[in-house]
């Protein structure tokens, strides 16, 4: 049984639907990746299962967490939820962060808001807390308010927060775009140990697809508010079905290879991602698409079991030319 | 360097000679370069690597001449920029322009998009035929001529960026700098103005630095790269060679922490990733 369970999200805005028929199901300790442009509606899709969409905005459809389902739930019981059995991670740690209080407060704060702990209790988790998330000395640097941290730090204290409670699953949007690149390594190398350790499970939520293919099982494509494709790592990186995955693979690679495709040679998509409320009808890739036909018009129904392709004229696997392209060697 | 016998014969074009640059105050100055030497030849195609705060843009900027060094010298053409006047420098405005990350803040959004690309030709004093010369730049970054009277907001991020870099080539510079010019671009889009820097700079014969976080971007684009670590050049080569056999252990982190498709994330040593001030 899945520990998370995604069915037909929609959310409109101002009668726009920016994420439609958002469906996945994530089991107990697996990580699952969320990948997309900007305007693929990812963030969104990450708010709505958190109960955290800005005023105005409302969720349909339906997220089931451990056999509730969260989008009735009150804010009440919702809070209670949140922090203890969801917990998140979001790209920009200073926000997450209350610049007035020392960060070791924040994660005790953090404990005793979900669990019925005394202050000394909560103090001494904390204390065995921070060496986990990389702080060797807790009792000086708990004292440090965040600004007196870098960024990989704050990142890093928001994680322990995000850990304190053991929670079922951890969501992650974007934790290292605004992280260094040495420092992105150390962050997803700590969250991925961490999630292990513990058996949470992982929804990490990126446009980098080298990352989320570097940390996640399985991985799920969105694009103009809904899921164009979902596989497990390896079978997406070799053999996939949707055009716009294929695509995105073909840039990634270019760029990211051994300096092999000549500089203004790199595979690319064209045109531009539409602006929210201007994806097309039908298919939300008609007019970037190199296998339109005018059936692409109607929107093509999601097929297959393990792997899920919504695409009139998917790829087929493995005789088309495009799954001759194997993973080894990507920038090594 | 290795690359002297390739190019031989082109003196450099611009030049960093143990330049230093402090900001901040001076009881409590913040070195953002500390003794750079450096140089860009013609033709090449120079990556400036480095993580926040390692100086790239401050080099940028001293490169440019938008600001002075505070110790040694920066050289346009052999000469020596220190203390020119506005008009002496008007050669060097002229020959080395730039392209920053995001669109909306070099572009004035209440400029028509070709009143922006011809203010480079009217402030440089360039003389000549604007229009038809705006048209040519448009069609050099592949925007249909129709896009001179519209305004930055009616385009997408790519073509903003497009439109920055038609503006840079205005005044025929010999050098572009491009700094983080792709970075704020979304990945199917990214590739599309990688490929179009890449095919103007063969056109016209352009000389790039290419200043970037993006050790994959640099690595596809650029020939030379210099690697800036706290204001300081760590390790500097031709691309290949740095990437195959990194020298130094701040380049061997970086590279290594590189993600790629479907690799393992490696934590690099910590090489100083305790300190707040990195």
């Known amino acids: 049984m899945s520990l998370l369970e995604v069915s037909q999200l929609t959310v409109d805005v101002q009668g726009i639907p920016v994420v439609s028929d958002v469906r996945f199901a994530i089991s107990a300790g697996e990580r699952l990746g969320l990948i997309g442009e900007s305007g693929s509606g990812k963030t969104i899709t990450a708010l709505a299962i958190m ?99 870098s960024g990989g730090q704050r990142q890093r204290i928001v994680i322990a927060i995000a850990i304190a409670c053991g929670p079922a699953l951890i969501l992650a949007d974007e934790p290292t775009t605004a992280l260094d690149v040495t420092v992105q390594a150390q962050v997803l190398a700590l ?142 | 360097m290795t690359a002297a016998g390739a190019i031989q014969g082109s003196d450099p074009i611009l030049q960093m000679l143990a330049v230093t640059r402090r900001y901040g105050t001076r009881s409590n100055p913040v070195v953002a370069l500390s003794q750079v030497s450096m140089e860009v030849r013609p033709q090449d195609r120079l990556g400036v690597v480095g993580e926040s705060g390692s100086g790239k843009s401050t080099l940028a900027r001293l490169l440019l001449i938008l600001e002075d060094p505070d110790e040694g010298e920066v050289r346009f053409q052999g000469r020596s920029m220190s203390g020119k006047s506005r008009s002496e420098l008007a050669e060097l405005r002229r020959a080395v322009q730039i392209v920053f990350q995001d669109p909306f803040s070099s572009l004035d959004p209440r400029l028509r998009v070709g009143d922006s690309i011809a203010e480079p030709l009217r402030s440089l004093g360039i003389q000549g035929d604007h229009r038809s010369r705006v048209q040519e730049l448009l069609d050099a970054v592949g925007l249909p001529a129709g896009s001179a009277r519209m305004y930055p907001h009616q385009f997408s991020g790519g073509q903003r960026q497009r439109v920055a870099i038609a503006r840079a080539l205005a005044s025929q510079p010999r050098v572009l700098v491009a700094d ?51 204001g300081q050049v760590v390790e500097q080569g ?41």
């Not at chain 1, 105005?56 to 459809?61: K, P, S, T």
């Not at chain 1, 920009?92 to 669990?115: C, F, K, N, S, W």
């Open chain 1, 191 to 332: 969250l991925q140990d961490l999630v292990q350790d513990q058996g949470s499970a992982l929804l990490l939520i990126s446009h980098d697809l080298a990352v989320v293919s570097s940390v996640c099982q399985r991985i799920v494509v969105m694009y103009g508010g809904r899921v164009v494709e979902s596989a497990s790592t390896p079978e997406l990186l070799t053999r996939p079905r949707h055009p716009y995955t294929q695509a995105l693979l073909h840039t990634s690679r270019g760029i990211g290879g051994n300096g092999d495709t000549p500089a203004g040679h790199l595979p690319t998509i064209p045109g531009s991602v539409p602006e929210l409320g201007r994806f097309p009808s039908g298919c939300v890739f008609r007019g970037r698409c190199d296998r339109e036909q005018d059936r692409c018009l109607e929107a093509p129904p999601t097929t297959g079991s393990d792997h899920l392709v919504a695409c009139w004229f998917p790829l087929t696997s493995p005789s088309d030319p495009t799954a001759a392209v194997t993973t080894g060697g990507v920038g090594a």
């Open chain 1, 51 to 149: 109960g955290l969409l800005p005023e105005g905005l409302r969720a349909r459809g339906s997220v089931v967490l451990d056999g509730t389902e969260l989008l009735s739930l009150s804010e009440r019981r919702l809070s209670a939820v949140r922090g203890s059995r969801i917990a998140m991670v979001f790209q920009e740690p200073m926000t997450a962060l209350d610049p007035l209080m020392r960060v070791g407060t924040q994660i005790t704060d953090a404990i005793r808001i979900h669990e019925r702990v005394g202050r000394r209790a909560a103090r001494d988790r904390m204390l065995q807390l921070m060496p986990r998330v990389g702080f060797s000395n807790p009792r000086e640097q708990s004292r440090r308010f965040p600004h007196q941290l």
């Open chain 2, 238 to 278: 031709q691309v290949e060679q740095v990437f195959r056999d990194p020298q130094h252990p701040y380049t061997q982190a970086l590279i290594s922490s590189v993600p790629t498709l479907g690799g393992r994330i490696v934590a690099p040593p910590t090489f100083d990733w305790e300190s707040p001030s990195s």
């Open chain 2, 180 to 230: 983080e010019a792709v970075s704020a671009l979304d990945v199917s889009v990214r590739a599309q103005v990688l490929n179009l820097l890449a095919r103007l700079v063969e056109r016209f014969g352009l000389t790039l630095v290419f200043i970037s976080h993006d050790m994959a971007v640099v690595r596809h684009i650029c020939t030379r790269v210099v690697v800036l670590y706290r």
